[in-house]
């Protein structure tokens, strides 16, 4: 998850504040605002009587054609007016007003977007539609409507001299604008090549997938025996495979506690990322997110990133695990090319169809008030969507394209030093892994001094001069992630040499551990709520660094804890709790879940009509909304993408790499079991947490 939770949050707090401010100054300038607050009113009252000579707009002044025809609209919409017709009484009625709760940080007024734009009417010749824009002027975002032949600069002079008229002072002093990056008409724009790529791409995998579900369901009859181009498309057979629920225990190599672990971190991360979309959108109460932020629930959601921490974890000690079983078995040797093009066949389409879908079809699919250009990043993919697919943007950009696959690039990064490290241990054994704690020790130092030197801070009190920098070097930047995933990785290693063996703890030390891996864990998560509090004094660099580098560790340290109690059969109610069979198919699709959850917050925040009130069970009522629907696009993509190249990669390995070929980031899907033909290519269980051998 991107560290923008944080910036977002200074925004509007600033913005919150100077329209919340208590001095003369305000209080003369919401004097003012006040008198514009029924603006569709005034508006319709003085264009009855009202020409155009009124506003200085002469025959002789005028410009071009566009001009033209923008006054001969207007004109037809003072005449629409002045007769009461019910299309022009629409276009003013269609506009927003000054809001009410201003004090409140209630700063945009939404009108009626889909009334403005159902305007359409002949007159003469011509066809007048709504054209849907934002006036904004002192911090404030009031919608508006005009004829689709005028624009935005050519109504801005327009609006001015008529408010001056109609409120009897200078309206420079409002700093009012119309703003044509938010204008809006019913008008569909045509499909570009890339959009119909897209839809090409979809409707080619969707006609696979039916065709080969209809052979697979009613003209196949022995399910054993199904050839592999129709099981790789087969929705039945995929369906199958995700929602099998295997028994705890049925397989010694399989660690059921992580199923757990990593659904739960990723609810943390979409349920964090809920709180971005809703603390953005136009909130009847935005100055709530002041007293917000610093209540001890928003630490929740400020110190979100931990849950990320989580997967590198659960990542390297995979990594570790399951090449270390593999190159045991085959006497040492290791592919570094065939684990590259695996995880890559594995990770790489699917990001590449996110690309174009974030950037295509979320127009298409929806729209609003809120949606001028789609998804938000459009503009960073379509200058840098090849750092993406690299899997070095968060090195190589500062705005990234598809903000949380930051993630994705600094797994991928670690993944292709791991056969370095795994050599090293199979090698050098404990003394490599001494050494990897040595470089575990000194990339913390080396985080400690960035944030000393740069006087980088977390608090959202004092990170007002983010220029996005800090957060690449901070939270960006895969050598200082590396200490959790090494973490794991060692922990992989230990739980590898120990397989098998059963510890034998004692009542004092497994509470004294579960005493200490939950004090660091909410110590982590809690810690700066005191520093957090607007009336706090500044925390000093120091400490804010070494918390920021302590809990680097001591996080990850914690997981290492509850995953070994939870295997050594001391978890109790958490094992029961995260090792529960019911994890199993959200564990399997959470890929696709990390892939596409942003997607569909997106379209559902930018999709409103009405402001909304921003509250605690608000977002919790939205996230599980959008949990759902993603949940749904999820699985749908994952039968049209993610399963028919998984089903052709597992038949394209080579079978003694199998288990070499499956080391998987955090969120990936599959992993490949023993099979008891290999010939088939069959997949008998797709446990993201199996630690497999290798076919013989």
């Keep these: 998850m991107v560290n923008v939770i944080s910036v977002l949050l200074l925004y509007g707090l600033v913005v919150i504040s100077a329209g919340t401010d208590s001095n003369s100054d305000g209080r003369k300038e919401y004097e003012n605002l006040k008198q514009l607050r ?65 004090y409140t940080g209630n700063t945009i007024d939404l009108g009626n977007f889909d009334e403005c734009l159902s305007i359409s009417q002949v007159i003469g010749k011509q066809k007048i539609s709504g054209k849907y824009c934002f006036l904004i002027t002192s911090g404030l975002r009031i919608a508006t409507c005009f004829p689709a032949s005028c624009s935005s600069t050519q109504m801005e002079p327009f609006v001015k001299q008529l408010l001056e008229k109609i409120l009897n002072f200078n309206t420079s002093s409002l700093n009012m604008k119309i703003s044509d990056e938010t204008c809006q008409t019913s008008e569909i724009e045509s499909w570009d090549a890339l959009t119909i790529i897209t839809i090409v791409i979809l409707s080619v995998m969707n006609v696979l997938v039916i065709l080969a579900s209809i052979f697979d369901y009613f003209l196949w009859g022995d399910q054993k025996n199904i050839p592999v181009v129709v099981k790789a498309f087969s929705a039945r057979a995929n369906s199958r495979t995700l929602f099998r629920i295997v028994p705890n225990k049925s397989n010694p190599n399989v660690i059921e506690c992580l199923h757990g672990i990593r659904c739960m971190s990723l609810i943390w991360v979409i349920f964090s990322h809920e709180y971005i979309f809703t603390l953005t959108a136009p909130n009847i109460n935005t100055a709530e997110i002041w007293s917000w932020a610093v209540r001890p629930f928003a630490s929740f959601i400020l110190h979100g990133y931990f849950s990320v921490d989580s997967f590198f974890v659960l990542g390297g000690l995979l990594v570790s695990m399951i090449a270390l079983r593999s190159m045991e078995k085959s006497g040492g040797k290791l592919n570094p090319f065939l684990m590259y093009l695996h995880r890559l066949i594995r990770i790489w389409p699917v990001v590449a169809m996110a690309i174009l879908i974030y950037m295509r079809m979320m127009p298409v699919i929806s729209g609003g008030p809120m949606f001028k250009s789609g998804y938000h990043g459009k503009e960073y993919c379509e200058k840098g969507w090849f750092w993406t697919l690299l899997f070095i943007q968060n090195y190589a950009v500062l705005d990234i394209c598809l903000d ?246 597992s038949c394209l390995r080579p079978q003694r790499s199998s288990a070499v070929a499956n080391q998987s980031n955090l969120i990936s899907h599959k992993e490949v079991e023993e099979t008891k033909d290999p010939e088939d290519c069959k997949e008998t269980e797709t446990n993201p947490m199996t630690v497999s051998d290798p076919p013989k």
Excluded at 533 to 560: D, G, H, K, N
Aim: glycine letters at 6%; one cysteine or more.
């Design 38 to 102: 029924p603006l569709g009113v005034e508006f319709s009252e003085y264009f009855q009587n009202v020409s155009l000579e009124n506003f200085g707009f002469s025959d002789s002044k005028i410009a071009g054609e566009d001009d033209v025809i923008c006054l001969a609209q207007l004109a037809a919409l003072m005449n629409g007016l002045s007769s009461s017709q019910k299309w022009a009484l629409k276009m003013i009625d269609s506009w927003g007003s000054i809001p009410s709760g201003l």
């Design 404 to 649: 949380h696959t930051w993630y994705l690039a600094v797994d991928m990064q670690l993944f292709i030093i791991s056969p370095i490290l795994l050599i090293a241990l199979y090698k050098w054994g404990k003394k490599a892994a001494a050494g990897i704690a040595v470089l575990v020790v000194l990339l913390s130092g080396c985080l400690f001094v960035t944030q000393m030197v740069n006087n980088y801070s977390l608090l959202i009190k004092n990170g007002g001069e983010d220029d996005g920098i800090p957060n690449q070097r901070l939270y960006l930047a895969t050598h200082n992630h590396a200490a959790p995933w090494l973490i794991g990785f060692l922990f992989g290693y230990f739980l590898h040499l120990n397989r098998g063996k059963k510890f034998q703890l004692s009542r004092p030390v497994v509470w004294l551990g579960w005493i200490l891996s939950l004090a660091m864990l909410f110590t982590s998560i809690f810690a700066l709520y005191p520093a957090a509090q607007w009336s706090a004094p500044p925390l000093p660099v120091l400490e804010e660094s070494l918390y920021y580098t302590l809990t680097r560790v001591a996080w990850p340290l914690a997981i290492c804890w509850v995953i070994f109690v939870c295997m050594q059969g001391y978890g109790g109610l958490a094992n029961s709790f995260l090792s529960s069979p019911l994890w199993q198919p959200f564990s399997r699709l959470s890929y696709s879940m990390y892939i596409w959850h942003m997607f569909v917050q997106e379209v559902n925040s930018r999709n409103v009509r009405t402001n909304t009130y921003f509250s605690n069970y608000f977002v919790m009522e939205r996230f599980w909304s959008d949990l759902g629907y993603t949940a749904l696009m999820s699985y749908l993509l994952y039968l049209l993408i993610e399963a028919p190249l998984s089903g052709f990669e």
